[in-house]
């Protein structure tokens, strides 16, 4: 059975890479303030990418020991995952063009990771 947290985050890292590689290779048509927004955006996705990982494995080997501190990891693994697509996904799509109205979707992204964060933060304490 796949499991999809993981695949997710297999996902996120792959591309966090590509695009680092796209920020360093590919955008010196850009100006300087998009490529940095660029590299921000793939750093979060790369770090975001692995604290995802790290939640879901914390979170299966806790399961039978504390199921409350499991759902909390579950439920980071998920926030970082779905936060850092808002995130740098925003980003990236500004940096290719989209509309300026796209750039409120990025602050909703933030505010997941940090809610990831929290609830990490929460599952330690139920630990």
Known sequence: ???????????????????GAVGSHGL???T????NAFAV?????????????G????????RSLNPTAAKRLH??????????TLFSGTV???VFGAP???????????YLMMGGWACLIAAAVAL
């Open 55 to 62: 939640a879901i494995a914390l979170s299966q080997t806790v």
């Open 92 to 94: 990236y799509a500004r």
């Open 75 to 84: 439920i980071a693994a998920w926030m970082f995952l779905v936060g850092t």
């Open 28 to 30: 010196k048509a850009k």
């Open 32 to 35: 300087v303030e998009e490529r």
């Open 100 to 110: 300026t109205s796209i750039r409120q979707v990025a602050p909703a992204g933030g």
């Open 1 to 19: 059975m796949v499991s999809i947290p993981l695949a997710y985050s297999g996902v996120l890292g792959l591309t966090g890479v590509i695009a």
């Open 41 to 53: 955006g793939s750093q979060y996705q790369l770090m975001h990418s692995i604290a995802a990982l």
